[in-house]
């Protein structure tokens, strides 16, 4: 392919020859070897594909296809969609993601009562923006009575905690082979047009489920697209991720919950909720012993922590076992923490010492960060400034991973990139250097794969994207950080071309 422009930051080079699936020449493009087909890019930029290193691909395409609610401003705009949607519904379940109650004149979700009103009666599962609580009809929360006397069970049909889990346990039961398919085709699909050439699956029995899990998998094997590295967030499940071929033992395997619904574990109470401080959802000996057990077994483990008690409860479970063990053998495990948006000083340094990998979100700073934003209603300011600190990670040497929980938030590497770098908190951001690196190779390195995975280099995996860019990586950047994503307009995946704007190559064409 040629050319590209000359950068230091993502290629050294104007054109790549790729033969069975990897750059099997990299450099001038008037030194290129002889090659079956030249693809001619014009003055377009050549990167590393991005890798998204926390994704629910099911629930992302329903978003993508279906009701989505990030940018509902008003409760009363939120429950005319929600009506507007039962009427074109048939009887289906109305599964919609994203609301946020902080941005609303209303400043509180929506009752049961309102949404049974507005569905008519049918069956309501709206999960909040950070996927740990949801608003509920009462014929959803019916057929789930068991989930009453759960943790989190709440008359008003907001639920968290293991009722949350219950209730999204029943709501998605009803998605048809065909919905999912398509659900998964979508954000795939989506995912290639925006340069990302791999997902990292984060499922588990409470998200997803094995059979969602599976689909996915198979649709990953049989139709072009972005790679899927899977976990299975799950105690002990060791024999799944064996039988599925998985990543690992972890991803979202649940600690505690998140700060938008109260239930992340705090150290002190929340600011605007002083009964709480969140919860632990397991003992300390729990989450040691899955850690013993995985590592033993050769097996990644990785969890769901977000605050600053969870990520001690984790981070004191791996020195544990580091001791026993013996600390070469739980380094080159690379155990992941997710979100990890509370450490203090000392966490940082001990996950560098214990070679953990921190699987972080950018785009949750761009969202709530910041002055009179959700992080500091929940928070207060002192606590709210010293969330996602990702110059101090790096500066630990902890590496770190980018991903966007989609659909949480959205499938936009370039807007991660940009938030990792433009922190709210002054000193907190990336350089432009790390922020890309661990957009694109860092995912790789948080999943265990091959040395020189993510990098533009002879030997290396074919995977990367041509960007609309005459500028080269300077444009890119420029753009991307001003807001503005760049056009892609190729992607290939180990030499498979997955995405092409113009149209004029054909599935799985190799170059």
């Known amino acids: 392919m040629s050319p590209t422009r000359e950068t230091t930051l993502f290629a050294a080079a104007d054109a790549l020859l790729v033969q069975d699936g990897r750059i099997a020449w990299i450099g001038a493009v008037d030194d290129a070897p002889s090659a079956d087909r030249v693809v001619d890019l014009g003055e377009a930029t050549i990167t590393a594909a991005f890798v998204d290193a926390h994704v629910h691909t099911t629930a992302t395409g329903l978003a993508l296809t279906g009701l989505d609610l990030r940018e509902t401003r008003s409760l009363r705009e939120l429950l005319e969609r929600v009506e507007a949607h039962a009427r074109s519904g048939r009887g289906r379940v109305i599964l919609g993601s994203g609301w946020d109650e902080t941005l609303w004149p209303e400043a509180r979700p929506p009752t049961r009562q309102e949404l049974d009103r507005a569905a008519y009666g049918g069956a309501v599962y709206l999960s909040r923006v950070d996927a740990h609580s949801a608003a509920c009809s009462s014929s959803l929360l019916a057929t789930v009575p068991h989930a009453r006397a759960e943790a989190g069970y709440d008359e008003g049909g907001m639920v968290r905690l293991d009722a949350h889990h219950a209730v999204r346990r029943a709501a998605y039961a009803g998605i048809t082979p065909d919905q999912r398919r398509g659900a998964q085709r979508a954000t795939r699909e989506h995912a290639a047009g925006v340069g990302i050439g791999c997902l990292q699956e984060m499922s588990g029995p409470e998200v997803a489920g094995r059979t969602d899990l599976e689909a996915l998998l198979d649709l990953a094997a049989t139709e072009p697209g972005p790679a899927v590295v899977a976990y299975w967030g799950e105690l002990h499940a060791f024999a799944i991720v064996a039988e599925l071929a998985l990543a690992g033992a972890g991803g979202d395997l649940f600690c505690d919950g998140s700060i938008g619904s109260h239930t992340a574990a705090l150290s002190e109470p929340y600011t605007d909720d002083q009964s709480t401080s969140g919860a632990l959802r397991y003992e300390a000996e729990q989450i040691r012993s899955h850690i013993h057990e995985a590592t033993v077994a050769g097996v990644q483990a990785g969890f769901h922590v977000i605050g600053d008690v969870a990520i001690d409860q984790v981070v004191g479970a791996v020195a544990d076992v580091a001791d026993d063990l013996g600390l070469g053998r739980v380094r080159s495990m690379r155990h992941r923490l997710e979100h990890a948006e509370m450490p203090r000083p000392e966490h940082l ?63 936009d590497p370039w807007g991660g990139v940009a938030a990792a770098i433009h922190h709210r908190t ?86």
């Not at 265990?448 to 990098?455: D, I, N």
């Not at 995977?463 to 753009?479: D, H, K, P, V």
């Not at 113009?502 to 599935?507: D, R, V």
């Open 349 to 411: 340094q001990e996950m560098a010492r214990l070679g953990m990998v921190a699987s972080v979100q950018s785009a949750f700073d761009a969202a709530w960060g910041g002055r009179n934003r959700m992080y500091e209603q929940r928070l207060g300011h002192g606590r709210s400034a010293r969330l996602n600190p990702f110059a101090g990670y790096a500066r630990a040497g902890v590496p770190l991973a980018l991903g966007s929980d989609s659909p949480v938030t959205a499938l």
């Open 426 to 511: 002054d000193g907190f951001g990336l350089t432009v250097e790390e922020a890309f690196h661990a957009a694109t190779a860092g995912g790789w390195y948080a999943a265990r794969s091959e040395p020189g995975a993510g990098q533009l280099r002879a030997g290396a995996p074919a995977t990367f994207a041509a960007w609309e860019a005459t500028g080269g990586a300077q444009e890119l950047i420029e753009r991307a950080t001003a807001g503005e994503a760049p056009s892609c307009r190729m992607t290939v995946v180990d030499g498979a071309v997955v995405y092409d704007c113009a149209g004029n190559l054909g599935e799985g064409t190799r170059e």
